[in-house]
């Protein structure tokens, strides 16, 4: 298997609130096998660039144990970090250097790989996941490593220009609780989610939910509602503010 990896990081205030996207597919079928924003914390533009590189690298690791990786294609507009791993810039930056050695013995570890730059518009789904993911505060996994994304379990699975699918670390079952919006968003919204459209959860989101929606879904913890009796809830999407209903069913 050959990977195509696109990764970029991004700081608010250099330092500042910083967040690193990633997204890995196949290089032959473009199947998205990973698409994450990882929250960093407070650091540099250049942190987060490296930051989004080890990142991806750590998830190539895991998805080689279940497949034989014979090339790794890496793709950043950071031209800065793209020359210093080619060896064209030296790491001069004190808070680099350590960042550098790390990618490098991880690099040392594929059969074959390379790292190109390309122009910021040319990179625009990692960028959006580090942003989604410096907006909430936290991780935001869309597809977790060797996975694909969950098939829509409505109608409206044309509303999203992207299918996402977000990790419930709750729950590796299907179909334990729906939810839906109760009305229709703004334009705000960046997965303009149907409203009154119910979605099934279960261990991945179903397309036409936008990850943020869904993190407040799992916040909830429907789950684990049986512990209480609880059979429905209401919360509300930190995005757009539109109320949302869910309900389990398994009860």
């Not at 670390?169 to 009154?196: I, M, N, V």
Request: aromatic share 6%.
């Amino acid at each position: 298997m050959k990977l195509v990896i696109h990764i970029d990081g991004g700081s608010r205030g250099n330092p500042g609130p910083a967040a690193a996207g990633v997204v890995i597919a196949d290089a032959d079928t473009q199947q998205p096998l990973h698409e994450a924003g990882y929250h960093l914390g407070q650091t540099t533009n250049n942190v987060a660039e490296y930051m989004g590189l080890i990142k991806a690298l750590d998830v190539v690791e895991q998805i080689g144990t279940a497949n034989e990786i014979t090339g790794v294609a890496i793709i950043s507009d950071s031209q800065l970090m793209v020359r210093q791993i080619n060896g064209q810039y030296k790491v001069k930056n004190a808070n680099l250097k350590p960042l550098f050695q790390d990618a490098q013995k991880r690099l040392q570890k594929l059969t074959a790989w390379q790292i190109g730059h390309v122009k910021r518009e040319l990179n625009k789904r990692a960028d959006e996941l580090a942003n989604q993911a410096m907006d909430a505060g936290r991780d935001v996994v869309v597809i977790g490593e060797g996975a694909a994304s969950s098939p829509a379990t409505s109608s409206n699975e044309t509303n999203a220009a992207r299918p996402p699918a977000v990790t419930n670390e709750h729950s590796t079952a299907t179909g334990l609780f729906r939810a839906y919006l109760t009305k229709k968003p703004g334009k705000q919204c960046p997965a303009r989610c149907p409203a009154k459209t119910p979605f099934h959860f279960g261990d991945a989101l179903p397309a036409g939910f936008c990850t943020y929606a869904a993190q407040a879904v799992f916040d909830e913890n429907p789950t684990l509602w049986r512990e209480s009796g609880t059979t429905q809830s209401q919360t509300q999407c930190p995005k757009c503010g539109v109320p949302i209903e869910i309900e389990r069913t398994d009860s």
